[in-house]
T-cell receptor, first 114, second 115 residues
Framework: GDSVTQMEGPVTLSEEAFLTINCTYT??????LFWYVQYPGEGLQLLLK?????DKGSNKGFEATYRKETTSFHLEKGSVQVSDSAVYFC?????????????FGKGTKLSVKP | DTAVSQTPKYLVTQMGNDKSIKCEQN?????MYWYKQDSKKFLKIMFS???????INETVPNRFSPKSPDKAHLNLHINSLELGDSAVYFC??????????????FGQGTRLTVV
C-alpha cells in the first residue's frame, strides 16, 4: 500500500541555519504531496503542497519540489527561526492507493536554538 | 471564524466509560475525517465520511462509532474506554474525497486521557 517515509528526528539547528527534512513516498497512483506543521499544543496546519510532478510548493520561506523520478518531496528552508520549532509531517493523498485520505510520515521534530 | 472546530479540547475519563467528541466544519466541505495521533505523534486515519456516507473505516475497534447527522458534522462516540485509547483525536475536512486533491483542514485536536 501507499506509504511515506521521512527522516527521523529530532533535528536541532541554530537560528539562521539551513534546513532539509527528507521525505520519500510509495504510491499506487499519482498522489498529491503535502507538508503539514504542528506547533506545540496545536492542530495540524498545511504548510505547502504540490499536486503533480515537478510542481514546487512554497510558503513562509519553506519549499519542496515534487520529484517523481526519485519519489521525493524534501522540505527546505534557507534560514530557520526559533518560531519554526515544531513537528513537520510529510503526507500524500492518492485517489487509488489511499482512497483519497492522507497518509502521513512519522513526523520530524525540529528545534531551533537562538 | 474557526474552520474546523472540535470539542472538548481535553477529556479525562475512567476506564469503562462512554464518551463523545464533536466536530463541526464551516468550510462547505463534503468529506470529513477522524484521525488518531498516538504518543509518538504518529497520525493514522480512522474514518472518513462523504456527504454523510461512510467511505473509509480502517481497522478500528467496534467500540468506536462515528455519526454524521449532516455533512457539516462528524461526531465520534467511544464505548467502554480502555487505557490504550488515550491519544489525541483530530477531526478534519476536505473537498469531495473522490474528486479533490486530498488537502485537508484539521481541528485543534481532542486530547483523550483514560485513567
Amino acid at each position: 500500500g501507499d506509504s511515506v517515509t521521512q527522516m527521523e528526528g529530532p533535528v536541532t539547528l541554530s537560528e539562521e541555519a539551513f534546513l532539509t527534512i527528507n521525505c520519500t513516498y510509495t504510491a499506487t497512483g499519482y498522489p498529491s504531496l503535502f507538508w503539514y506543521v504542528q506547533y506545540p499544543g496545536e492542530g495540524l496546519q498545511l504548510l505547502l503542497k504540490a499536486t503533480k510532478a515537478d510542481d514546487k510548493g512554497s510558503n513562509k520561506g519553506f519549499e519542496a519540489t515534487y520529484r517523481k523520478e526519485t519519489t521525493s518531496f524534501h522540505l527546505e528552508k534557507g534560514s530557520v527561526q526559533v518560531s519554526d520549532s515544531a513537528v513537520y509531517f510529510c503526507a500524500l493523498s492518492d485517489r487509488w492507493g489511499s482512497q483519497g485520505n492522507l497518509i502521513f510520515g512519522k513526523g520530524t521534530k525540529l528545534s531551533v536554538k537562538p | 471564524d474557526t474552520a474546523v472546530s472540535q470539542t472538548p479540547k481535553y477529556l479525562v475519563t475512567q476506564m469503562g466509560n462512554d464518551k463523545s467528541i464533536k466536530c463541526e466544519q464551516n468550510l462547505g466541505h463534503d468529506t470529513m475525517y477522524w484521525y488518531k495521533q498516538d504518543s509518538k505523534k504518529f497520525l493514522k486515519i480512522m474514518f472518513s465520511y462523504n456527504n454523510k456516507e461512510l467511505i473509509i473505516n480502517e481497522t478500528v475497534p467496534n467500540r468506536f462509532s462515528p455519526k454524521s447527522p449532516d455533512k457539516a458534522h462528524l461526531n465520534l462516540h467511544i464505548n467502554s474506554l480502555e487505557l490504550g485509547d488515550s491519544a489525541v483525536y483530530f477531526c478534519a475536512s476536505s473537498q469531495d474525497i473522490r474528486t479533490g486533491n486530498g488537502e485537508a483542514f484539521f481541528g485543534q485536536g481532542t486530547r483523550l486521557t483514560v485513567v
